[in-house]
């Protein structure tokens, strides 16, 4: 039986941190949880995102990288099962929309080196929403560092996403891929949509022998 490792995807607002506690509330997994608020540059990247572009995906990069190398020797290793907030294939989604191309080329040979030998998750739940509902809960939240983002930005990048994740699936088609719409199902605030999304993931796990729940 495969160790879980799970990854939660999908622009920014969509709610991948709060279904990602849910997962490790409800099952006891090990919870990996990216500390957005500690990247020192995000605040100038969101006033002026060509001049403060790089500086913020490569202090991200090197963060992801680092917590992916604890993912692999603290829980994969011992059989742990992993809840992530993030694929740290993000990096490329975001260094895609935000690099000048010189800059793209080098970030990417270093995202290469870097993820060469990295753990992959071994199913993904993708969430995506429209824009008024990314909005909606970006405000919600109430991140200082997020007051500034630019509509057009977060439009363009959550169709970044599609378009990314429906490569990824076409690409890896042994990793299954739980598309959830955020639009449809509010499992922020209603919890009868939080559990019909968890038994999907437990279903999709038991079907992929990764997991057996006690029900």
């Known amino acids: 039986m495969t160790t879980p490792f799970i990854s939660i995807e999908g622009p920014i607002g969509v709610g991948k941190t709060s279904l990602a506690k849910a997962i490790s509330d409800r099952y006891g997994f090990e919870l990996v949880q990216e500390i957005v608020e500690e990247n020192p540059f995000l ?17 991200f990069l090197c963060h992801r990288y680092k917590q ?40 990417l040979q270093i995202y290469d080196i870097l993820t060469e030998d990295m753990p992959t998750p071994n199913l993904i739940i993708y969430l995506n929403a429209s824009l008024d509902t990314l909005v909606q809960r970006i405000q919600l939240r109430g991140r200082h560092i997020e007051k500034n983002i630019d509509h057009v930005y977060l439009k363009q990048l959550s169709e970044d996403y599609a378009t990314f ?18 639009d449809q199902l509010d499992f922020v605030t209603r919890q009868g949509d939080l559990n019909t999304i968890l038994l999907h993931f437990e279903n999709s796990l038991e079907k992929e022998n990764m997991y057996e729940f006690t029900r």
């Open 68 to 107: 992916l190398q604890d993912v692999e020797k603290h829980f994969l290793r011992h059989q742990q099962p992993v809840v992530s907030d993030y694929h740290i294939f993000k990096n490329k989604i975001f260094a895609q929309r935000t690099l000048q191309e010189r800059e793209r080329d080098k970030y």
């Open 165 to 182: 994740m429906a490569a990824f699936k076409r690409a890896h088609p042994a990793i299954p891929v739980i598309e959830v719409d955020g």
């Open 43 to 59: 605040d100038k990247f969101y006033d002026n995102i060509e001049e403060w572009s790089f500086q913020t995906e490569m202090y």
